[in-house]
C-alpha cells in the first residue's frame, strides 16, 4: 500500500532519524542532485517520491529478492558495541554479561533499529543460535534497577554503533571503544533503490572524513578500535529476520513493559485484528441464528458490518507510513464506523416493540443520522479547520504530536451518549423481565467502556497502548451479547399474540401466583391440581379422563398447558380391540408364513444348486477326464498344470455365481480384488503350461456381476486355448470406467484360430457385449467389450 500514500518526483533520499548523524551531510556531496529527508521506518515505505531509503544489509538484501527495490549500495559498517566514558566511570567492561554488574546509567541508543542491537546483545550472550531471551532479561535487569536509559547518549555507559561512539569521540568525549568479548555483530549500511545512483568522486574519502568505517575495513585509525574480531557478520539473513520477527513484542513486554495486555507489534497487530474479524464473523452468524426478530437480526448484521469495516481501515492504514496523506485520511474515517454504531443500537432500541414489518426508522432517528453524517464530514475535512485535531503537518513527527480539540470531544459524546441511552430505553422496555438483577453486566460493561474511553482521551498509557478500535469492538460485542442474554434484547417477541392465539389451553404464572400470560380461554384450576402437576413434570398429569395437564418451571414462575385427550381415548379404545383381534390373526398367519417360507427354502436351495450343476457339469467332466489321463500322459506335470487351472477357473466361477445372486453390481473395490486375485491366479498357473502372460488392469467403476463373470470365462477360454496350442506369450488389460468395461488381448499370429465355444458367445451377446478377433500383422487382437446398454443397464 505504501506506492499509494504520496506523490513525488522520486528524488529523495530517507535516512534514518538518529543523533550524532554526519551522514546526510556526506550524501548531499556524494549526490548533490538528490534532497535528504529523515524517517524513523524507512525500508517498508520506499515511497513514490524516494529514489532511495538507508538501509541495513539484513533489510536490504530480501528487498533486492522481494522485487522492493533494484539497486543495493553498502557504504559503511555498523558493529553494535559498548562506549565506556572512562572520565565518568571507573567499571570494567569487556562483554555484555559485565553490564549486569554495574550500578550506574546504561545509555541505550537504538531507538529506531533496535532489531540490530537487540540481536547482537543477545549473539553475544548466546551464540550463532540466540534467542533475545537472555537479552531481555540484561536490559530488564538494568530497567529494574534504573539503571536504563533509553536512547540517549549522556550515561558514562553506552550501548550504541561504532559510529556513533565515534562521533561522540570527535566531538571531544573520552570514550572507550569496547567490542564485547562474548561477540557482537557488525552490518553493513547503506543506500536501497529503484534506481542507479551515480555517486560523485572521492565518496569513500567523504564517507571517511565524515567518522564512518567503510566495508573493506578503511577508517580513521584514531577514532576505532583496532581489532574486530569478535564482531561476526550474518551470513544468513533470512534466518536473522525470521529470529527478529518476535523480538519487537519481546522488547516492548520485557524491557520497556510496555504492550503488556495488548498486541506489540505489526505481526501480533494483524493476527489479532484477523482473530477479532473471525469472533465478529462468527458472533454475527450467531445471533443471525438464535433470533427470529427480524431487527435484532438487521442491527446485529449493520453492527457487524461497521466493526468489520472499521477494523479493515484500520489494518489497510497501518499498512501506509505514518505520515502519509492517505493513512490520515484512513484514520479520519474512523469516525465514520464508530458514529454508526450508536446509530444501530438505537434502531434496534425502537424497534423492540414494533411490529416486524414496521422497518423504517422514526423521523428523530433520520434526523439524528443527518445530524451525525455531519459530524463525520467535520471529522473527514479536518485538515481544513483543525477543529478535530491540532495537527501542524510541518513537522515530520505529526502523526505522535497532535492535541484532541473540541470537536473531538463532541464525536466522543455523540458515540457513547446514544448507547447510554439506549441501554436505559432497553431497561423501561423490558421491566417485566423477572431477572432485574441481570441488568447489571450491561450496565457494567458500558461503564467499563466509557471509563476506558475516557482514559483513552486523556492519553492514560494502560489505556493509551491498547487498540482502540478491536476494544470498541470487544465491549460493543460485550453489550450486545449480555443485552441479549438478560431479555433486554428478546430474542423472540410477541409473546402476548402468541398465547393469545394458541390452540391449547396455556398460561404462564408468577412467582407470586399471579398469571402474566394466557391463552384466550385458559381452564381454570385449583392450587391442589397445579402443584401436583408441578411435582410430576415433566410428566403430565391427568384431572379428568379425556384431560392432560403440563407444567415446566421457567425463570421467574411456571408454566401450564393442558392438551384435550377424549378423541384419543375413543381411539385408544378402538386400537385395544383392534389389537386384540390383530393379535389372534397375527399368531395364525405368522405360523402359516413360517411353513411357507420353508417350503421356499428349500425350492430356492434345490433350484440354486441345479444351476450350479448346469453351469460346471461339463467342467467337471472334463476336470475328471484330464485326472484320469495324468498317470498316462508323456508330459504329467503339463497336464497337472492343466487340470489345477481348470479347477482354480471352476473354483472362481462358482465364487462369482454366487456374488452374482447375491448383488447385480460389484464395487470398485471389489473389481479391484478380482482383477487382482482371480486373473492373477490364472496367469500364474498358464506360466506353468508355458503361457506367459502380462496382466494389468484399470478399475475406476462399479461393474455388472453377470459382466465381470462372462469376462472372466473368456479370459480363461483364451488361456485354455493358448496352453493346448502353446502360444507363449500374452498382453491382457482390463478396464472398466463410467458402466463401461471389456477385456483385450494380444497374442502371436497363431490366436487368428482361436473360435469361443458356442455357450460363451450366446452369453456374450445376452449381456450385451462385442466380441471381436482383428489380425494386426505380426500379433492377433481379441477383445471383449461392454458398453452402457445391455442386460444390466437398460
Given at each position: ?5 504520496e ?11 538518529e ?24 525500508i ?6 524516494a ?24 557504504q ?25 554488574a ?6 541505550y541508543?537504538g531507538?529506531?533499529?533496535w ?5 547482537a ?7 550463532e543460535d540466540?534467542?533475545?531471551d ?7 535487569l538494568?530497567?529494574?534497577k ?6 540517549s ?26 567490542v ?26 567523504l ?7 567503510l ?8 577514532l ?13 539473513h533470512h ?8 523480538g519487537?513484542a519481546?522488547f ?44 435484532v ?9 461497521a ?6 481501515v484500520r ?5 501506509l507510513?505514518?505520515?502519509?496523506t492517505?493513512?490520515?485520511?484512513l ?27 414496521d ?43 497532535y ?10 459524546i ?17 421491566g417485566?423481565n ?5 441488568f ?29 478500535t ?20 428478546p ?6 399474540a ?5 390452540p ?15 391463552s ?12 401436583d ?11 379428568d379422563?379425556?384431560t392432560?395437564?403440563f ?20 381411539l ?37 444348486i441345479?444351476?450350479?450343476e448346469?453351469?460346471?457339469s ?6 475328471s ?19 489345477a ?30 482383477a ?10 498358464a506360466s ?15 461393474f455388472?456381476?453377470?459382466k465381470?463373470?462372462?469376462i ?5 477360454a483364451?488361456i485354455?486355448?493358448?496352453a ?12 472398466v ?16 484360430a ?8 450366446a ?16 500379433t492377433?487382437g ?13
Amino acid at each position: 500500500m505504501s506506492g499509494c500514500a504520496e506523490n513525488g518526483g522520486g528524488k529523495t533520499i530517507y535516512s534514518f532519524i538518529e543523533e550524532n548523524r554526519p551522514y546526510a551531510e556526506a550524501l548531499a556531496q556524494i549526490l548533490p542532485s538528490y534532497t535528504f529527508d529523515k524517517s524513523n521506518r524507512p525500508i517498508p515505505s520506499l515511497q513514490a517520491d524516494a529514489a532511495a531509503v538507508e538501509a541495513f544489509d539484513v533489510q536490504a538484501l530480501p528487498a533486492l529478492e522481494n522485487g522492493v527495490a533494484a539497486y543495493w549500495y553498502p557504504q559503511y559498517l555498523v558493529t553494535v558495541v559498548i562506549a565506556v566514558d572512562s572520565g565518568k566511570t571507573d567499571a570494567v567492561i569487556r562483554g555484555w554479561g559485565d553490564l549486569s554488574a554495574v550500578n550506574e546509567m546504561v545509555g541505550y541508543a537504538g531507538l529506531y533499529t533496535w532489531e540490530m542491537m537487540f540481536a547482537a546483545i543477545a549473539y553475544g550472550l548466546e551464540g550463532e543460535d540466540f534467542t533475545f531471551d537472555s537479552a531481555a532479561a540484561l536490559l530488564s535487569l538494568l530497567r529494574e534497577k534504573g539503571c536504563l536509559a533509553m536512547n540517549s547518549f549522556e550515561p558514562a555507559i553506552v550501548i550504541c554503533y561504532d559510529y556513533q561512539a565515534a562521533a561522540m569521540i570527535r566531538e571531544g568525549r573520552d570514550l572507550e571503544i569496547v567490542v564485547p568479548a562474548g561477540g557482537t555483530l557488525c552490518f553493513e549500511r547503506g543506500l536501497l533503490s529503484r534506481e542507479a545512483l551515480d555517486f560523485s568522486d572521492g565518496a569513500d574519502s567523504l564517507l571517511i572524513a565524515a567518522g564512518y568505517r567503510l566495508p573493506d575495513g578503511r577508517c580513521d585509525q584514531t577514532l576505532y578500535p583496532a581489532s574486530y574480531a569478535n564482531a561476526a557478520r550474518v551470513t544468513d539473513h533470512h534466518r536473522f529476520n525470521t529470529i527478529c520477527l518476535g523480538g519487537g513484542a519481546l522488547f516492548r513486554r520485557a524491557v520497556l513493559k510496555v504492550r503488556l495486555y495488548t498486541t506489540a507489534d505489526g505481526r501480533e497487530h494483524q493476527l489479532g485484528a484477523l482473530l477479532y474479524i473471525i469472533i465478529v464473523v462468527v458472533w454475527i452468524t450467531s445471533v443471525v441464528y438464535r433470533t427470529s426478530q427480524k431487527s435484532v437480526q438487521r442491527s446485529a448484521l449493520l453492527t457487524g458490518i461497521a466493526l468489520l469495516g472499521w477494523v479493515i481501515v484500520r489494518a489497510v492504514k497501518w499498512q501506509l507510513p505514518a505520515t502519509a496523506t492517505l493513512g490520515r485520511y484512513l484514520w479520519f474515517s474512523y469516525y465514520i464506523f464508530q458514529l454508526a454504531l450508536p446509530l444501530f443500537i438505537l434502531w434496534l432500541t425502537w424497534a423492540l416493540d414494533r411490529p416486524a414489518d414496521d422497518g423504517i426508522p422514526p423521523k428523530w432517528l433520520r434526523f439524528l443520522a443527518v445530524c451525525y453524517g455531519a459530524l463525520a464530514i467535520l471529522n473527514l475535512t479536518n485538515d481544513l479547520h483543525n477543529f478535530v485535531f491540532q495537527i501542524d503537518l510541518s513537522t515530520s513527527t505529526w502523526a505522535n504530536d497532535y492535541s484532541e480539540m473540541a470537536g473531538h470531544v463532541i464525536t466522543q459524546i455523540a458515540s457513547y451518549a446514544p448507547i447510554a441511552a439506549a441501554l436505559a430505553m432497553m431497561m423501561i422496555k423490558s421491566g417485566r423481565n423477572p431477572r432485574k438483577k441481570t441488568f447489571i453486566f450491561p450496565s457494567a460493561f458500558f461503564i467499563v467502556f466509557a471509563v476506558y474511553n475516557i482514559g483513552y482521551v486523556a492519553r492514560i498509557p494502560f489505556f493509551w497502548e491498547s487498540d482502540i478500535t478491536i476494544a470498541t469492538g470487544i465491549f460493543t460485542l460485550l453489550i450486545f451479547e449480555t443485552s441479549l442474554r438478560t431479555g433486554m434484547i428478546p430474542v423472540n417477541s410477541k409473546y402476548a399474540a402468541l398465547f393469545a392465539h394458541s390452540p391449547l389451553s396455556m398460561r404462564i404464572v408468577g412467582s407470586d401466583g399471579i398469571s402474566t400470560l394466557s391463552s384466550a380461554s385458559p381452564a381454570e384450576y385449583d392450587n391442589a391440581v397445579l402443584s401436583d402437576a408441578m411435582a410430576s413434570r415433566p410428566q403430565p398429569v391427568r384431572p379428568d379422563r379425556n384431560t392432560l395437564l403440563f407444567a415446566a418451571e421457567i425463570a421467574g414462575g411456571s408454566g401450564f398447558w393442558q392438551e384435550d385427550i377424549s378423541e384419543l381415548t375413543r381411539l385408544h379404545a378402538d386400537l385395544e380391540e383392534s389389537v386384540r383381534k390383530l393379535a389372534a390373526a397375527d399368531a395364525v398367519l405368522a405360523e402359516e408364513e413360517n411353513i411357507k417360507r420353508a417350503i421356499t427354502e428349500e425350492t430356492e436351495r434345490a433350484h440354486l444348486i441345479a444351476r450350479l450343476e448346469e453351469e460346471i457339469s461339463g467342467h467337471v467332466s472334463t476336470l475328471s477326464g484330464m485326472i484320469e489321463r495324468i498317470d498316462s500322459a508323456d508330459d504329467q506335470a503339463r497336464e497337472a498344470a492343466r487340470a489345477a487351472l481348470l479347477l482354480c477357473y471352476m473354483k472362481r466361477h462358482c465364487n462369482l455365481f454366487f456374488r452374482e445372486q447375491e448383488s447385480d453390481m460389484l464395487s470398485a473395490d471389489e473389481m479391484t480384488l478380482f482383477a487382482a486375485s482371480y486373473f492373477d491366479e490364472l496367469v500364474s498357473i498358464a506360466s506353468h503350461l508355458g503361457v506367459k502372460v502380462v496382466f494389468t488392469s484399470g478399475i475406476k467403476s462399479p461393474f455388472p456381476a453377470r459382466k465381470a463373470n462372462i469376462i472372466y470365462d473368456f479370459f480363461y477360454a483364451v488361456i485354455e486355448w493358448s496352453a493346448r496350442r502353446e502360444c507363449s506369450g500374452m498382453l491382457a488389460n482390463l478396464k472398466v470406467a463410467a458402466g463401461e468395461g471389456g477385456l483385450h488381448l494380444m497374442l502371436p499370429q497363431e490366436a487368428l484360430a482361436f473360435v469361443p465355444d458356442s455357450g460363451l458367445l450366446a452369453a456374450i451377446h445376452a449381456a450385451g457385449g462385442v466380441y471381436a478377433l482383428q489380425d494386426l500383422e505380426d500379433t492377433v487382437g481379441i477383445s471383449l467389450s461392454f458398453g452402457k446398454g445391455g442386460e444390466a443397464n437398460g
